[in-house]
């Protein structure tokens, strides 16, 4: 394996990690925020569902995506009726299932987020006239700060470590679908020891920096409860 | 002008069951034991309770009628929690802004200015939340409330958080919004402390039902109503400043009945106060008593009378329109001949100035 290669994988595992954290965000926040405010009877099946990535063995769901998007599959075939390519083997397959795998990992800490907030400041806030959606910006996301910031960390860090559902969907092509995690297990195979001591390190050093930062930050932005 | 709603709203411990018209202008209490319904009642006013059936209007505008239901966010109304719920993420400044700046100029009621300078913040305005006591914060909390323009006040025990010293740092800036501003103030409170002090009008909450409801004096010389306070059992009066004695440093209070003299004080000739006399201290004489010490005497005719335990009395007396309470002895009262319509005398032996 030539040594761009690593450069390559580098480049396509931030892509994946930026890619995926900012979509979750996006849709994270207002899941997050529907799960931590809603009194619906059979919320628990939800929250079970995004949960799941947590438990399961990232080879399952890699497999029942790789059924869904492949050529032939439900999704494939839908993809291609709307005009657009199969994903599976791509770098859109990735940003799908790295989505899903690190979905709980930035829903958690914002529903805990929001739930904290609780009730009482988005009254006062509606007593002083600031509209639902005017509140949640106002208000709401100013005081869920922490779990953004978790969130964020959390689920960029959770993409860089992907290994088994990268395996399964992307396939390991080098300059597009391979990540660090697989360039990694190929270097070992090839007994090239040296190589995956450079990406292991830097990985290793990479996320403990990441997780330090949320923690000292968090620390100075504890909010606080009127 | 008034305020009218009626609500049913179901909770697990009680169901608040109202309907009332109240007075839009000045102070009304909404009082009685925790766990009554009045902060139901203040939230179902606001907009944060619901009750599909209920309805509110606040002088000419609906609030809540049928379909029609205005979001809290629209009503023009301020709302004073129990704690002080400031921002905690936005300094006093941006707290104050928040409602100021979401209301239409032409809506606000009170310039920051001024909310600032009746509320005395200038010095905090830059300070956290968390910087601030539990007093600064409440104060902190009813600007922001005054600055968002609102056509009512609901304050649900603003006080109640707070220490005593707290409490009496926050009365007075209570009692000038009282009469700086015409906003008409729900006051949510089961201090008769508070009571007496601020309110004009009150409502008598009970296990969720409405047990009566007027002004505060009328109330609170009720007898069935006073009997229940016993030794606290009071009358209010309200008074002007007539003048001061100065060879014997006294101020003299007027009110319909007569003329209170009390020990001097530098209030200004002329302003209004309200005084507290408690049924204990006031005795009755067939005659005008000479030979006492007692200075305030006043003549009164028997309007009511009912049984206070084995031994006393309770008697509302008419002082020329004025209610006044009087607390005596089973016995006294039979000697006295004390009966609806009796002229007597009543010598008031201690008497509180509301400040």
């Known amino acids: ?226 | 002008m008034s305020i009218e709603v009626r609500f049913r709203i179901a909770r697990r411990a009680f169901t608040l069951e109202v309907e009332a018209r109240l007075p839009a202008r000045g102070v009304t209490a909404l009082s009685g034991p925790s766990g009554c319904g009045k902060t139901t009642l203040l939230r179902a006013i606001a907009g944060l309770e619901r009750d599909p059936g209920g309805y509110c209007r606040v002088g000419e505008a609906v609030w809540q009628d049928g379909d029609r239901f205005v979001p809290t966010h629209r009503r023009p109304l301020g709302y004073v929690f129990q704690e002080p719920s400031l921002f905690p993420h936005l300094r006093v400044r941006e707290n104050l802004d928040y409602g100021y700046k979401r209301t239409p100029r032409g809506e606000r009621r009170v310039d920051f200015a001024e909310a600032v300078a009746l509320l005395g913040l200038e010095a905090l305005l830059e300070r956290h939340p968390q910087g601030l006591s539990g007093g600064e914060r409440q104060r902190v909390a009813i600007a922001r409330a005054l600055l968002a323009g609102p056509r009512l006040l609901l304050m649900d025990e603003p006080l109640a958080a707070l220490d005593r010293t707290s409490k009496r740092e926050i009365l007075p800036f209570l009692e000038r919004l009282h009469e700086a501003l015409a906003i008409p103030v729900l006051y949510v409170s089961h201090s008769p402390t508070e009571v007496a002090r601020l309110a004009d009008h009150l409502l008598l909450l009970e296990a969720g039902r409405i047990r009566a409801a007027g002004p505060v004096n009328a109330l609170l010389t009720r007898l069935d109503l006073a009997r229940e306070q016993g030794a606290a059992a009071e009358a209010l009066i309200e008074a002007r400043v007539g003048g001061h004695d100065t060879a014997y440093h006294l101020t003299w209070l007027d009110f319909p009945g007569g003329r209170f003299s009390i020990t001097r004080n530098d209030l200004a000739v002329g302003r209004r106060v309200r005084l507290r006399v408690l049924a204990r201290d006031v005795s009755l004489t067939l005659a005008r008593q000479t030979g006492t010490s007692i200075l305030n005497i006043f003549p009164a005719t028997v309007a009511d009378l009912t049984g206070d335990g084995p031994a006393r009395v309770l008697v509302r007396l008419d002082l020329a329109g004025s209610p006044l309470l009087a607390s005596i002895t089973r016995k006294s009262a039979a000697l006295l001949d004390i009966r609806p319509g009796r002229r007597v005398f009543a010598q008031v032996k201690a008497v509180a100035l509301v400040d």
Request: proline share 8%.
């Open chain 1, 1 to 226: 394996m030539p040594p761009e290669a690593d450069l390559a994988a580098l480049r396509v595992t931030l892509a994946l990690a930026g890619l995926t954290t900012l979509i979750l965000l996006s849709l994270g926040t207002p899941l997050a925020w529907w799960l931590a405010r809603s009194r619906w009877r059979f919320k628990f099946l939800l929250e079970a569902l995004v949960a799941l990535p947590l438990v399961l063995p990232p080879t399952v769901l890699g497999f029942y995506l790789l059924i869904l998007l492949a050529p032939g599959g439900p999704l494939g075939r839908l993809l291609e009726a709307l005009g657009g390519a199969p994903l599976a083997f791509t770098f859109g397959g990735l940003v799908v299932g790295s989505v899903l795998y690190s979905l709980p990992f930035v829903v958690q800490p914002l529903q805990d987020a929001f739930a904290a907030v609780g009730e009482r400041p988005l009254e006062v806030a509606a007593t002083l006239g600031a509209s639902p959606l005017d509140r949640f910006f106002s208000v709401a996301v100013p005081l869920a700060r922490p779990g953004f910031l978790t969130g964020a960390v959390l689920g960029f860090a959770h993409t860089l470590g992907e290994f088994g559902v990268v395996l399964m969907i992307g396939g390991n092509i080098p300059g597009r679908t391979q990540v660090l995690s697989i360039a990694i297990y190929d270097h070992v195979e090839a007994l090239e020891y040296g190589r995956a001591h450079v990406l292991s390190a830097g990985l290793l050093g990479f996320a403990f920096l990441l997780l330090m930062a949320v923690y000292a930050l968090n620390r100075r932005h504890r909010p606080v409860r009127p």
